[in-house]
T-cell receptor
Framework: NAGVMQNPRHLVRRRGQEARLRCSPM?????VYWYRQLPEEGLKFMVY????????ESGMPKERFSAEFPKEGPSILRIQQVVRGDSAAYFC??????????????FGEGSRLTVL | AQRVTQPEKLLSVFKGAPVELKCNYS??????LFWYVQYSRQRLQLLLR??SRESIKGFTADLNKGETSFHLKKPFAQEEDSAMYYC??????????FGTGTRLKVLA
Protein backbone atom coordinates (compact mmCIF):
# COMPACT_ATOMS: atom_id res chain seq x y z
CA ASN A 1 0.00 0.00 0.00
CA ALA A 2 1.66 3.16 -1.20
CA GLY A 3 -0.05 5.36 1.32
CA VAL A 4 -1.82 8.61 0.63
CA MET A 5 -0.48 10.12 -2.57
CA GLN A 6 -0.64 13.80 -3.31
CA ASN A 7 0.38 15.59 -6.45
CA PRO A 8 1.84 17.80 -7.43
CA ARG A 9 4.23 18.19 -4.53
CA HIS A 10 5.00 21.73 -5.58
CA LEU A 11 2.86 24.02 -7.69
CA VAL A 12 3.59 27.56 -8.76
CA ARG A 13 0.80 29.73 -10.09
CA ARG A 14 0.42 33.39 -10.98
CA ARG A 15 -2.37 35.43 -9.49
CA GLY A 16 -5.65 34.72 -11.26
CA GLN A 17 -4.74 31.22 -12.41
CA GLU A 18 -6.30 27.99 -11.22
CA ALA A 19 -4.68 25.44 -8.96
CA ARG A 20 -5.72 21.80 -8.84
CA LEU A 21 -4.38 19.54 -6.13
CA ARG A 22 -4.95 15.82 -6.25
CA CYS A 23 -5.12 13.22 -3.52
CA SER A 24 -5.38 9.46 -3.83
CA PRO A 25 -6.35 7.95 -0.49
CA MET A 26 -4.99 4.72 0.85
CA UNK A 27 -6.53 1.62 -0.61
CA UNK A 28 -9.76 0.80 1.15
CA UNK A 29 -10.19 4.27 2.62
CA UNK A 30 -13.38 6.07 1.73
CA UNK A 31 -12.91 9.18 3.86
CA VAL A 32 -10.78 12.08 2.67
CA TYR A 33 -9.84 15.26 4.47
CA TRP A 34 -8.11 18.38 3.24
CA TYR A 35 -6.16 20.67 5.53
CA ARG A 36 -4.30 23.89 4.90
CA GLN A 37 -1.13 24.72 6.76
CA LEU A 38 -0.01 28.30 7.02
CA PRO A 39 3.05 29.38 8.97
CA GLU A 40 2.29 29.73 12.67
CA GLU A 41 -1.24 28.37 12.21
CA GLY A 42 -0.96 24.62 12.32
CA LEU A 43 -3.34 22.47 10.34
CA LYS A 44 -6.62 24.11 9.50
CA PHE A 45 -9.53 21.87 8.56
CA MET A 46 -11.00 22.65 5.18
CA VAL A 47 -13.28 19.87 4.01
CA TYR A 48 -14.25 16.27 4.67
CA UNK A 49 -15.52 14.07 1.88
CA UNK A 50 -16.68 10.56 1.29
CA UNK A 51 -17.06 9.06 -2.14
CA UNK A 52 -19.24 11.39 -4.22
CA UNK A 53 -20.31 13.35 -1.16
CA UNK A 54 -19.14 16.44 0.65
CA UNK A 55 -19.86 15.79 4.31
CA UNK A 56 -18.48 18.94 5.89
CA GLU A 57 -17.00 21.92 4.09
CA SER A 58 -17.23 24.36 6.95
CA GLY A 59 -13.53 25.17 6.71
CA MET A 60 -13.55 26.04 3.04
CA PRO A 61 -13.62 29.65 1.94
CA LYS A 62 -16.99 30.34 0.37
CA GLU A 63 -15.55 31.56 -2.88
CA ARG A 64 -12.97 30.19 -5.29
CA PHE A 65 -12.43 26.92 -3.40
CA SER A 66 -14.10 23.63 -4.20
CA ALA A 67 -13.45 19.96 -3.56
CA GLU A 68 -14.67 16.71 -4.95
CA PHE A 69 -14.14 13.01 -4.43
CA PRO A 70 -15.61 11.22 -7.41
CA LYS A 71 -16.59 7.57 -7.55
CA GLU A 72 -13.52 6.87 -9.63
CA GLY A 73 -10.24 8.71 -9.33
CA PRO A 74 -8.58 10.95 -6.80
CA SER A 75 -10.03 13.67 -4.65
CA ILE A 76 -9.39 17.12 -6.08
CA LEU A 77 -9.06 20.43 -4.31
CA ARG A 78 -9.57 23.24 -6.77
CA ILE A 79 -8.69 26.86 -6.19
CA GLN A 80 -9.83 29.30 -8.82
CA GLN A 81 -8.32 32.73 -9.43
CA VAL A 82 -5.58 32.21 -6.90
CA VAL A 83 -4.29 35.09 -4.80
CA ARG A 84 -1.05 35.41 -2.87
CA GLY A 85 -2.83 34.54 0.36
CA ASP A 86 -3.56 31.07 -1.00
CA SER A 87 0.13 30.22 -0.81
CA ALA A 88 0.36 27.41 1.71
CA ALA A 89 0.91 23.71 2.14
CA TYR A 90 -2.21 21.67 1.52
CA PHE A 91 -2.41 18.27 3.17
CA CYS A 92 -4.70 15.43 2.37
CA UNK A 93 -5.49 12.63 4.79
CA UNK A 94 -7.62 9.55 4.56
CA UNK A 95 -9.19 7.16 7.02
CA UNK A 96 -11.54 4.24 7.16
CA UNK A 97 -13.67 5.79 9.88
CA UNK A 98 -16.58 4.04 11.50
CA UNK A 99 -19.85 5.11 13.03
CA UNK A 100 -18.44 4.50 16.49
CA UNK A 101 -14.99 5.95 16.41
CA UNK A 102 -12.84 8.24 14.38
CA UNK A 103 -10.29 6.26 12.46
CA UNK A 104 -6.61 7.06 12.38
CA UNK A 105 -5.75 9.67 9.80
CA UNK A 106 -3.08 8.79 7.27
CA PHE A 107 -1.49 11.84 5.72
CA GLY A 108 0.04 12.56 2.38
CA GLU A 109 3.26 14.48 2.00
CA GLY A 110 1.43 17.64 1.13
CA SER A 111 1.27 19.95 -1.87
CA ARG A 112 2.97 23.29 -1.55
CA LEU A 113 1.28 26.03 -3.54
CA THR A 114 3.15 29.22 -4.28
CA VAL A 115 1.30 32.10 -5.86
CA LEU A 116 3.46 34.70 -7.54
CA ALA B 1 -16.92 25.53 18.52
CA GLN B 2 -14.24 22.93 18.97
CA ARG B 3 -10.81 24.30 19.58
CA VAL B 4 -7.39 22.94 20.47
CA THR B 5 -4.75 25.09 22.12
CA GLN B 6 -1.08 24.26 22.22
CA PRO B 7 0.46 27.22 24.02
CA GLU B 8 4.10 26.47 23.25
CA LYS B 9 5.40 26.87 19.71
CA LEU B 10 8.83 25.63 20.68
CA LEU B 11 10.01 23.52 23.56
CA SER B 12 13.68 22.79 24.11
CA VAL B 13 14.87 20.25 26.64
CA PHE B 14 18.10 18.43 27.28
CA LYS B 15 18.45 14.73 26.60
CA GLY B 16 17.30 12.74 29.61
CA ALA B 17 15.10 15.53 30.95
CA PRO B 18 11.34 15.10 31.34
CA VAL B 19 9.08 16.45 28.61
CA GLU B 20 5.54 17.77 28.79
CA LEU B 21 3.79 19.13 25.72
CA LYS B 22 0.65 20.96 26.68
CA CYS B 23 -2.71 20.61 25.00
CA ASN B 24 -6.03 22.09 26.06
CA TYR B 25 -9.25 21.57 24.20
CA SER B 26 -12.69 23.01 24.02
CA UNK B 27 -15.45 20.60 23.12
CA UNK B 28 -18.94 20.17 24.48
CA UNK B 29 -19.42 16.46 23.89
CA UNK B 30 -17.33 13.39 24.65
CA UNK B 31 -14.13 14.01 22.77
CA UNK B 32 -11.69 11.66 21.20
CA LEU B 33 -8.18 13.04 21.53
CA PHE B 34 -5.02 12.25 19.65
CA TRP B 35 -1.41 13.22 19.38
CA TYR B 36 0.17 13.25 15.93
CA VAL B 37 3.87 13.67 15.25
CA GLN B 38 5.90 14.77 12.26
CA TYR B 39 9.57 13.83 12.23
CA SER B 40 11.94 15.60 9.90
CA ARG B 41 11.25 14.71 6.26
CA GLN B 42 8.44 12.33 7.21
CA ARG B 43 4.69 12.48 7.03
CA LEU B 44 2.47 13.44 9.86
CA GLN B 45 1.54 10.25 11.68
CA LEU B 46 -0.44 9.10 14.67
CA LEU B 47 1.50 8.87 17.91
CA LEU B 48 -1.23 7.90 20.33
CA ARG B 49 -4.93 8.23 21.11
CA UNK B 50 -6.53 8.61 24.50
CA UNK B 51 -8.94 5.70 24.19
CA SER B 52 -6.05 3.28 23.82
CA ARG B 53 -4.42 4.33 27.08
CA GLU B 54 -1.13 3.14 25.69
CA SER B 55 2.45 4.26 25.86
CA ILE B 56 4.14 4.78 22.52
CA LYS B 57 7.88 5.42 22.32
CA GLY B 58 7.76 6.19 26.03
CA PHE B 59 5.10 8.87 25.62
CA THR B 60 1.84 8.89 27.52
CA ALA B 61 -1.09 11.28 27.60
CA ASP B 62 -3.93 11.36 30.08
CA LEU B 63 -7.25 12.94 29.34
CA ASN B 64 -8.28 15.29 32.14
CA LYS B 65 -11.87 16.24 31.52
CA GLY B 66 -11.98 18.60 34.49
CA GLU B 67 -9.11 20.66 33.13
CA THR B 68 -9.97 19.84 29.49
CA SER B 69 -6.36 18.90 28.93
CA PHE B 70 -4.50 16.13 27.15
CA HIS B 71 -0.85 16.82 27.86
CA LEU B 72 1.81 14.60 26.31
CA LYS B 73 4.54 13.42 28.65
CA LYS B 74 7.75 11.48 28.58
CA PRO B 75 9.99 11.02 31.59
CA PHE B 76 13.31 10.98 29.74
CA ALA B 77 13.61 12.75 26.40
CA GLN B 78 15.74 11.29 23.62
CA GLU B 79 17.30 13.13 20.70
CA GLU B 80 15.14 11.15 18.27
CA ASP B 81 12.05 12.65 19.90
CA SER B 82 12.83 15.96 18.21
CA ALA B 83 9.84 16.61 15.98
CA MET B 84 6.66 18.63 15.51
CA TYR B 85 3.79 17.48 17.70
CA TYR B 86 0.12 18.19 17.06
CA CYS B 87 -2.75 17.61 19.43
CA UNK B 88 -6.13 16.90 17.84
CA UNK B 89 -9.73 16.57 18.98
CA UNK B 90 -12.37 14.78 17.00
CA UNK B 91 -15.88 16.17 16.76
CA UNK B 92 -18.53 13.52 16.40
CA UNK B 93 -16.86 10.65 14.60
CA UNK B 94 -14.98 12.40 11.88
CA UNK B 95 -14.07 16.05 12.15
CA UNK B 96 -10.47 16.35 13.29
CA UNK B 97 -9.45 19.71 14.68
CA PHE B 98 -5.72 20.22 15.15
CA GLY B 99 -3.78 22.60 17.32
CA THR B 100 -1.04 24.84 16.01
CA GLY B 101 1.65 22.38 16.98
CA THR B 102 4.69 22.41 19.26
CA ARG B 103 8.19 21.89 17.98
CA LEU B 104 10.19 19.80 20.40
CA LYS B 105 13.95 20.07 20.32
CA VAL B 106 15.95 17.65 22.40
CA LEU B 107 19.45 18.92 22.97
CA ALA B 108 22.42 16.63 23.43
Amino acid sequence: NAGVMQNPRHLVRRRGQEARLRCSPMKGHSHVYWYRQLPEEGLKFMVYLQKENIIDESGMPKERFSAEFPKEGPSILRIQQVVRGDSAAYFCASSTGTARSAGELFFGEGSRLTVL
Amino acid sequence: AQRVTQPEKLLSVFKGAPVELKCNYSYSGSPELFWYVQYSRQRLQLLLRHISRESIKGFTADLNKGETSFHLKKPFAQEEDSAMYYCAVVSGTYKYIFGTGTRLKVLA
